[in-house]
């Protein structure tokens, strides 16, 4: 979830914000707590954040409010950020603008809030080609993330048109164990459009990437847009990459 919301006291947007308004906020605006989102493994909290006379709607998780995993290390909250900067990197805007703040509860990441049609998820959004676009750049952003939980709900249709992938802490692992559920382009062509994005990667990760990640996991990242530009197509489920709860 993400953006304004009428129970906040502001009202929902019908238009998408400056992505560099948004972030700009994001980064000097006082952060209010609204309360603890649900279903959540890890302290995840709505907030509102204020700067001047601008507010925006965002999540905010602390790197002390995550459970311990013995397969990531603490200060999941960012890899949400190298997420958001890879994203940005390859041009594809496909997740929402993502900070690093001092929070009530301390350092964590801070979200824009996407105001967005909840009964809509990768399962529902797949049905309609006219999606397959940002779905494919979300399926390739996995891919080179290495995205371990990439479940349906967390593919989100705004309310102005624009899907947003949400929830990256699980990514970046330098073992490859992609689990997601956007398997429907498997053995097409990645396309030349994004294969010339995902070279510029290939070549070396962007400087505000790297700072998110640990040395072997930036090597990893290398050698999977490597892998991507070399194999030219989306690969197939091998029977182990689905996450769980699906959506």
Not at 22 to 31: D, V
Not at 150 to 179: M, N, P, Q, V
Not at 217 to 242: C, H, M, N
Request: glycine fraction near 8%; aromatic fraction near 10%; include cysteine.
């Amino acid at each position: 979830m993400n953006e304004d919301s009428a129970d906040t006291g502001t009202p929902s947007l019908s238009k998408p914000i400056d992505t560099g308004v948004a972030r700009t906020i994001l980064q000097r605006g006082e952060i209010e707590l609204l309360g603890r989102m649900p279903y959540s493994s890890n302290a995840t909290f709505l907030t509102r954040i204020v700067d001047g006379e601008a507010a925006v709607n965002g999540i905010y998780k602390p790197a002390k409010g995550e459970r311990p995993l013995w397969d990531f290390p603490p200060g999941l909250y960012r890899r949400e950020i190298a997420a958001y900067e890879l994203s940005e990197e390859l041009g594809w805007g496909v997740v929402p603008p993502t900070v690093e703040r001092v929070g009530p509860h301390g350092t964590g990441s801070v979200q824009l809030f996407i105001d967005a049609d909840f009964d809509q998820h990768h399962f529902t959004l797949v049905k309609n080609v006219k999606n397959h676009p940002a779905l494919r750049k979300l399926c390739v952003l996995d891919l080179l993330a290495n995205n371990t939980d990439r479940k349906s709900g967390h593919c989100l249709l705004s309310k102005w048109g624009t899907i947003y992938g949400i929830d990256h802490g699980l990514c970046f692992s330098a073992e490859f164990k992609l689990r997601t559920v956007i398997w429907e382009f498997a053995n097409e062509p990645i396309g030349q459009e994004l294969l010339c994005d995902i070279h510029r990667l290939a070549e070396s990760v962007p400087p505000s990437v790297s700072p998110w990640l640990d040395q072997d996991e930036i090597d990893a990242l290398l050698k999977r847009a490597q892998w991507l530009t070399e194999s030219q197509v989306f690969p197939e489920d091998d029977g182990y990459g689905w996450p769980w709860p699906l959506i």
